[in-house]
C-alpha cells in the first residue's frame, strides 16, 4: 500500500469542499455577531426554513430550481431582518445572557413551528448530482458546487464591506455605534440591513444544503453547533479567522474520518476545540 | 446661523444645562468656554441632536431641529468633531474620511472635497491607507476634523479639539483652525484651553455649572478682570 493514496488525497479535496460551505455557515454569524454584538443561536433554524422553502417552492409549487433558490435567498434575508426587528431591537441594551436566551428561544419556536406545518418525516428535493470521477477519486459534484458559491459568496460580501459606503459604515459602527449619527448613518437601518445580509447567507446556505441533505424540522442541530465551534474557534466576530477555522475543522472532520469512521471525524475535530479553548480561548485571530 | 433659546438638558435626574441661548452667525467662529463639567460636550450633544433637550429649542438656518432625528442633523449642515476624536480606529483614514462623506448629496462630490481636505492636513494625503488607530493625537485631530469636513458643512463644531495633545501640537491644531475660519466656514468651539481659544475665534461664551455666565468678544473677554483672574491665573 502506497503511503499517500489516492484515498487520502479525497479524503483532503472533500475536506476542503466540506471547508467551503462550513466557512459560508460560519460568515453569516460573524457578520451578525461583530456588527451587532449578539449571537443568533437560532441561526441553523434559519437555514432550516430556507431549506424548507425550497422544498415547497420547487417541489410541491413546481417552481424551477433556480427560482425557488433565488425565493429562498431572499425569504431567509426578509427573516433575518424581521429577527431583529421584532427580537433582537427590545434586547439590544439587554445582558448578553437574556439576548442568548431570546435567540435560544427563537430556536425552539421554529423548530415547533417547522414540525407543526410541515412534519417530522424526512423531505428531498431530489436532485441528485453526479459524483465525479477524476484519476480514480469521487468528488461530489454537489459539494464542489457548495465550494464554488460559498467562496463567491465571500469575495462579494468582502468586496461590500471593502468597497462601498454602506460596507464601510457596516465595518464602522462594530468599532464605534455612538458616533453614527454624526456621519448622517442611522444605526437602526444598518443593524437592519446587516441582519438581511446575515439572513441572505443563510439562505444561500440553504440552497447548497438541500443539495446534500434531506430536511426535517432538527436538521439545524446537525450543523448549528458546528457554525458555533468554528466561530468560537476563530474568534468570535473574525470573518478571517472564522474562513481559517472552518478549514482546519473540515481537514479533521475528513481526513480524521479516512483514518478511523466517519463518526471518529468529528470526535476529533472537538477533542482539538476543547484542546483549543483551553490554549486560545479567544480564538486563532480573536482579540482580548 | 444657529441659534439656541433657553435650552436645557440632563441626563436622568441630573440638569446639565439651564437655560441656555446663544447664537452663531454666518462667517463666524465663536467659542464656548468654561470650566471642566461646565456642560460644554453636552451642549454639543444637544446640538446634534445626540442628547435631547428637555425644554427649549435648537434651530438652524430659522428651522427649528425639534423633530430631526439625530442622523439627519448632517444633513441640516452641521458636521461635529466629537471629543476625544472617535476615529474608527481599524479602518483607514481614506476610509474614515469617507464615512464623513456619507450622506448621498456629500458622495457626489467626493473626490473634490477629499482633495481639499489633503490639501489642507498634506499628512493625511501621505497616511491616507494607514489605520487611523496607529496615528498620532495631532494627526487624529487633523482625521477627525478632516472627517467632519467631507460633509461640507456650513457649520463644524469642534468638541476640545486641544484634550490630550502635547502643547506643541495644540499650538499646531489651532493653528489649522484658525486656517479654517478663513477658508469661510462658520465654527462653534468648546474648549478648555480657553486662553489659546480666544486668540482663534471672534466672540465666546462662558458656561458656568450649565448656565452662560458671560458673553462677549474674544479679545474683550481676553482683557476683562472675570476671566483673566479666575480661568488665566493673572
Known sequence: MQIFDSFLLEAVINGILLGGILALLALGLNLIFGVIDVVWICYAELIMIGMYSVYYAHNVYHWPLALAFLACVLLVAALGALLHVLVIRPVLGAEPINQLLVTGGVLFFLQAVATLAFGVEFKNVGVSLPALQIAGMYISFARLIAFGVALGGMVALYLFLKRTYIGTAIRAISQDRGIMPLMGVSPNRIFVLTSAIGGALAGLAACLLVLQYDIHPAIGLSFGPITFMVCVLGGLGNMVGGFIAAFIFAQFISVGGYFLALEWGYVLAFLFFIGMMFWRPQGILGGK | ?234
Open chain 2, 1 to 234: 446661523m444657529l441659534r439656541l433659546e433657553n435650552v436645557s438638558a440632563g441626563y436622568g435626574s441630573f440638569q446639565a444645562l439651564f437655560d441656555v441661548s446663544l447664537e452663531v452667525n454666518g462667517g463666524e467662529s465663536v467659542a464656548v468656554i468654561g470650566p471642566n463639567g461646565a456642560g460644554k460636550t453636552t451642549l454639543l450633544r444637544v446640538i446634534s441632536k445626540l442628547l435631547p433637550a428637555s425644554a427649549g429649542t435648537v434651530s438652524m438656518e430659522g428651522w427649528p431641529l425639534n423633530d430631526v432625528p439625530a442622523h439627519q442633523v448632517i444633513a441640516r449642515g452641521i458636521a461635529q468633531v466629537p471629543e476625544n476624536r472617535r476615529l474608527f480606529p481599524k479602518l483607514t483614514v481614506e476610509e474614515n474620511l469617507k464615512m464623513g462623506g456619507f450622506l448621498a448629496a456629500a458622495r457626489a462630490r467626493y473626490a473634490e472635497r477629499l482633495e481639499f481636505v489633503y490639501s489642507l492636513f498634506p499628512r493625511m494625503k501621505e497616511r491616507r491607507a494607514q489605520a487611523a488607530g496607529t496615528l498620532s493625537g495631532g494627526e487624529q485631530q487633523m482625521c477627525a476634523i478632516g472627517r467632519a469636513l467631507m460633509s461640507g458643512p456650513k457649520l463644524l463644531l469642534l468638541d476640545e479639539p486641544s484634550a490630550g495633545l502635547a502643547p506643541v501640537v495644540v499650538q499646531a491644531i489651532f493653528g489649522l483652525i484658525r486656517r479654517i475660519c478663513a477658508e469661510g466656514y462658520t465654527v462653534l468651539i468648546v474648549e478648555q484651553n480657553i486662553r489659546q481659544v480666544l486668540k482663534v475665534v471672534d466672540r465666546a461664551y462662558l458656561l458656568e455649572t450649565g448656565r452662560i455666565k458671560t458673553s462677549g468678544a474674544a479679545a474683550t473677554l481676553l482683557a476683562s478682570d472675570e476671566i483673566r483672574k479666575a480661568y488665566l491665573g493673572l
